[in-house]
């Protein structure tokens, strides 16, 4: 996985995070303990969901760490222009409630 200070930076089509937003999402996943987050396999798609909302799709997926899923999600939500499709995160990562 990419650790990037700033999510979405270097990813032509998408518009970086901003930069506090950025920082919280970091400071969620540190405060979530010592793990580290690895690349969500095939399988968590089963378990996250995307939702049209008319002008942009919302979309909540697993965190996974080394020792499996977490009880972490990415939040985001995905804009699509007529000229390019950006990216923006509204929330940082938080803390999932099954």
């Known amino acids: 996985m990419r650790r990037d200070a700033a999510i979405g ?10 930069a506090e937003i950025s920082q919280e999402c970091l400071q969620a996943v540190a405060n979530y303990g010592a793990v580290t987050l690895i690349t969500p396999p095939d399988e968590s798609w ?7 909302f008319g002008d942009r799709w ?3 997926v697993d965190l ?5 899923r977490s009880d972490l999600v990415l939040d985001v939500d995905v804009f699509c ?3 390019s499709r950006t990216t923006s995160s ?9």
């Not at 929330?91 to 099954?98: E, I, K, Q, W, Y």
């Open 81 to 83: 222009s007529a000229a």
């Open 90 to 98: 509204s929330f940082p990562a938080a803390p999932r409630s099954d």
């Open 9 to 18: 930076a270097g990813l032509p089509p998408v518009d970086p995070v901003p």
């Open 64 to 68: 996974w760490t080394e020792e499996g």
């Open 58 to 60: 919302r979309s909540l």
């Open 46 to 52: 089963n378990t996250s969901v995307a939702l049209w």
